[in-house]
């Protein structure tokens, strides 16, 4: 679809209150136009990427199970069919929920430890991914050249981060938090080196025009990265100082972080836990 068409339709759908939501925990779906063919849902949970086409309808995350119905309800005001590809881009449920009940008609693909963690979390057959890779791979889609790159031991140890070489759009799922201190999944893997490891490799791919859909917060630019990693290297800093000087975790905790990072910590990981996380990650080196 065209943007003209994809922005009109958006446009006319939003003066409309949404359908009748199919649970009550169903959180209506907003659609921002990032390129042509190329859109971001936003709603509970993760930040869907949505490329449509001649081929197709291709999506990136789908969010909690209970936002099955939403997301097809958003693809079809957007004038999208089904999808044929969803691409997960890591393990977590606010990423994966919605699996099951796209699989019979979708492709799903995600790296090989995301279908490893969710078939050991007891995941149905069906909401599994059923094609999964190592290092990348790369799908050819709505005439985009979509590289799905392995991002290890960064958010998890699964991740991917998505990028659309002909659009210069990029999906990070959760190796971008924009604005806000990251959740870093430890126990699964994930490392705050890695994760900063994979934030530059990102932004070496990046360009100033490039558009970049995070897994949470709102629609970014590569600045957004390059400020990530400045907040990660700063605050992991003031930890490695405090635990060099015999501090406890409990003692960085009540003394906190400077006052210029008071913002990053309004989402969905407070201060607290960021402090917690850094030292955490410190003590598993
Ligand atoms: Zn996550």
Redesign the pocket.
């Known amino acids: 679809m065209r943007l003209q068409t994809l922005t009109a339709t958006i446009s006319a759908l939003l003066l409309l209150s949404t359908a009748a939501h199919a649970n009550d925990k169903s959180v209506p779906l907003r659609a921002q136009p990032v390129a042509d063919g190329i859109a971001m849902l936003m709603g509970a949970g993760?930040n869907i990427g949505v490329s449509t086409g001649e081929d197709g309808t291709l999506i990136i995350d789908d969010q909690y199970d209970y936002q099955a119905e939403e997301i097809a309800a958003a693809l079809e005001r957007l004038g999208a069919e089904p999808p044929r590809f969803v691409i997960n881009t890591?393990y977590?449920g606010?990423?994966t929920g919605s699996n099951a009940a796209f699989s019979a008609a979708a492709t799903v693909l995600a790296h090989d430890n995301v279908r490893i963690r969710m078939a050991s979390l007891g995941a149905e057959a069906a909401a599994l991914p059923n094609l999964t890779f190592d290092d990348r791979v790369t799908v050819y889609v709505n005439g985009e050249t979509i590289s799905v790159v392995h991002a290890a031991r960064g958010?998890?140890d699964g991740d991917s981060i998505v990028i659309f070489n002909d659009s210069n759009v990029m999906h990070m799922?959760?190796h971008l938090f924009n604005g806000s201190f990251p959740?870093i999944?430890l126990d699964a893997g994930g490392t705050v080196q890695g994760y900063i490891e994979n934030l530059l490799w990102a932004l070496e791919e990046t360009d100033d025009a490039t558009r970049i859909i995070p897994?949470h917060g709102p629609l970014a630019s590569a600045d957004d990265i390059e400020q990530t990693i400045e907040v990660l290297y700063a605050t992991r800093e003031v930890v490695i100082r405090g635990v060099g000087d015999g501090k406890s975790v409990e003692q960085l905790v009540a003394e906190g972080l400077d006052e210029e990072f008071a913002s990053w910590g309004k989402g969905f990981i407070n201060e607290e836990r960021w402090i917690q996380t850094l030292y955490k990650d410190l003590m598993m080196q």
């Open positions: 993760g890591h977590h606010d990423h958010h998890t799922g959760d959740y999944d897994g």
